[in-house]
């Protein structure tokens, strides 16, 4: 098999899968790194951290624009495949990575294994969700962590195949399993001490482009936030994104001078363990990333989702998180969800053993299938 990771969250995904093929010598990994996020903040130091192997492939894109890039790892995942053919090639999430894996996948007619399938924001201004719908036509396992996913792809014609045919994007498997973000939270947190819960700053992470590429808006939720944490007498945690560090040094040069004075204790991104340890110990977690979002649902920690839209819409349905489509909402939402305290989270992602139901469904289908 084939594992394309590029970016932090697929890093991430993929550790959980790591762990579930630990035992099974008979597999055959091949890691490719298709250098999408290529400094150590955001990706050397999840490679230590998780013990994730050293990928056997490590592309160089050309980064002068998004187009060359998704290029050029479409170039070097289909040369790849082509030198060492695998018998499934495995994606996760929705970045350019994924999209790239999948399309030089389908280009050679290699099934493709998409973790974390039927995701929708319905917010088609966003790359990802464009990412989202191409990566999951193309598959032919389609790993779901929701039913609410499931719903999506069969609203779009795409459900589960009778198993006796081959997986294919024609006859596709769709099958409803836990998530593997959950499988970690899970295996990393059961260490962190109950009585720290709910102790530390509220942390904030921000970086996709609707939030922080126009400078205004940008400038207007920080102000908001501010707002917020000094009425309710709080300190705030931020692991600045270097997209957003950018952003800022552009528009408001100062930034961490001022916000330093104003007491917010600003970081480089977080190790993983450390970024875990963050949100278990937040009163409130303010974020606009998927995978923040669900780590809060798994470690009990209520959470404002700074977007209009959300594909983890569960976790809403549930009170846990709530959604904040601009700056002015953010001040009386922030309240609400502090006053409900933590959250008790169910069995929604599964029970931690995503990555290992996935491994034995591949291996049941390689049984069948040859
Ligand atoms: N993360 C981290 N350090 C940080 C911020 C985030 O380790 O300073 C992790 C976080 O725990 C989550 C993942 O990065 O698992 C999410 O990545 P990101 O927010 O970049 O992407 P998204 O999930 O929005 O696609």
């Not at 002068?64 to 082509?82: Q, T, V």
């Not at 290699?110 to 191409?134: F, K, Q, T, Y």
Request: aromatic letters at 6%; a negative charge; one cysteine or more.
């Amino acid at each position: 098999m084939l594992v394309i990771v590029g970016a932090r969250p697929q890093f991430i995904k993929a550790a959980a899968l790591h762990r579930a093929l630990k035992d099974r010598p008979e597999w055959e990994v091949r890691w490719l790194h298709t250098g999408q996020h290529h400094d150590g903040a955001l990706s050397d130091q999840f490679f230590h951290e998780l013990g994730l192997p050293v990928p056997h492939v490590r592309l160089h894109p050309d980064t002068s624009s998004r187009e060359k890039r998704l290029g050029d790892m479409m170039d070097g995942i289909r040369a790849d495949i082509e030198g060492h053919p695998p018998r499934w090639v495995m994606v996760f999430g929705d970045t350019d990575s994924t999209l790239a894996g999948a399309w030089a996948a389908a280009a050679v007619g290699v099934p493709i294994v998409h973790v974390e399938a039927g995701l929708r924001s319905h917010d088609w201004g966003m790359p990802e969700e464009v990412n989202r719908v191409l990566c999951d036509r193309m598959s032919s396992v389609l790993i779901c962590p929701t039913d609410a996913a499931v719903q999506h792809l069969g609203a779009e014609g795409i459900v589960d195949s009778d198993p006796t045919h081959r997986p294919s994007p024609v006859h596709p498997r769709v099958l409803r399993m836990g998530d593997v973000m959950h499988d970690n939270a899970l295996h990393f947190g059961s260490t962190f001490p109950l009585d720290q819960a709910s102790k530390g700053p509220v942390l904030l992470t921000m970086h996709r482009p609707s939030n922080v590429d126009d400078g205004p808006r940008l400038l207007s939720w920080l102000d908001a936030i501010e707002d917020w944490l000094t009425s309710r007498q709080l300190e705030v945690i931020w692991p600045v994104h270097p997209r957003t560090a950018q952003a800022l040094d552009l528009h408001r040069p100062d930034w961490r001078k001022e916000l330093g004075n104003r007491g917010w204790k600003l970081e480089e991104p977080l190790g993983y363990l450390n970024l875990l340890k963050c949100i278990h110990a937040a009163p409130l977690v303010l974020t606009d990333s998927g995978g923040v979002q669900k780590e809060s649902f798994s470690l009990g920690t209520r959470c404002v989702v700074l977007r209009d839209s959300t594909e983890w819409t569960e976790q809403v349905d549930r009170g846990q998180s709530v959604l904040a489509s601009g700056p002015t909402e953010l001040s009386s939402l922030a309240d609400e969800m502090l006053g409900k305290g933590g959250h008790v989270p169910d069995d929604l992602y599964g029970n931690g053993l995503a990555a290992v139901e996935l491994v034995d469904a591949l291996e049941h289908m390689a049984v069948h299938h040859g």
